[in-house]
């Protein structure tokens, strides 16, 4: 399933996420083309195959049986976590996902990180797309202030600039499901 559900993600990629033209980045970088993958990750086709893939990775990685919990940053990790959540049920290995905010909210319990509870557990941070690894280094510091064990950062898409040196560099693990180098793009 594994090389099918990539195909077919990759095929959706291009077509509905690919924007070709000069864009600055929110890391402040140029580029020849913007990859705006809430376009896919919020699409009713690309959600279960994203899910798929990542949970793959993940088996193929070794951490699938070892993390309990998967989610990163608002806005961009937000469908990716669901997408692995509901795919893992359904391919019998439950995972929760939780919701890391920009900023602790100022009402209620105040918490940076919504959903079950991530202290004491093992998590991955994940990102739909990356560019420096800024957003998910964020989150991950927020775990683990959270008291969450985490134990490596996953990607549906890198962007080949410097994200990947910079996680590891930081000493997580950085996992990548997809490339800019699978679409043609470097």
């Known amino acids: 399933m594994s090389e099918t559900a990539k195909s077919q993600l990759l095929q959706l990629i291009d077509e509905l996420a690919v924007v070709r033209g000069k864009v600055t980045l929110s890391s402040g970088k140029e580029a020849d083309y913007y990859l705006d993958l809430r376009r896919v990750t919020l699409d009713h086709r690309s959600a279960p195959l994203i899910g798929d893939v990542m949970l793959d990775l993940l088996e193929s990685t070794g951490y699938l049986d070892e993390v309990e919990a998967i989610g990163g940053l608002t806005m961009g990790a937000d469908p990716v976590g669901t997408a692995i959540m509901h795919r893992s049920v359904v391919r019998g290995t439950p995972k929760d996902t939780f919701v890391v905010r920009k900023a602790a909210k100022e009402h209620g319990m105040g918490r940076r990180v919504e959903g079950p509870?991530?202290?004491?557990?093992?998590?991955?941070?994940?990102?739909?797309?990356?560019?420096?690894?800024?957003?998910?280094?964020?989150?991950?510091?927020?775990?683990?202030?959270?008291?969450?064990?985490?134990?490596?950062?996953?990607?549906?898409?890198?962007?080949?600039?410097?994200?990947?040196?910079?996680?590891?560099?930081?000493?997580?693990?950085?996992?990548?499901?997809?490339?800019?180098?699978?679409?043609?793009?470097?």
């Not at 690894?133 to 964020?138: A, E, I, K, R």
């Not at 410097?162 to 800019?180: D, H, N």
Request: proline share 1%.
């Open 117 to 186: 509870d991530v202290a004491s557990r093992k998590v991955i941070a994940v990102e739909d797309t990356s560019t420096t690894g800024g957003s998910v280094l964020t989150a991950v510091e927020a775990l683990r202030e959270a008291g969450a064990e985490v134990i490596a950062v996953a990607v549906v898409m890198d962007r080949n600039t410097g994200a990947k040196e910079r996680v590891e560099a930081a000493g997580l693990p950085y996992l990548i499901a997809l490339s800019t180098s699978d679409l043609g793009l470097d």
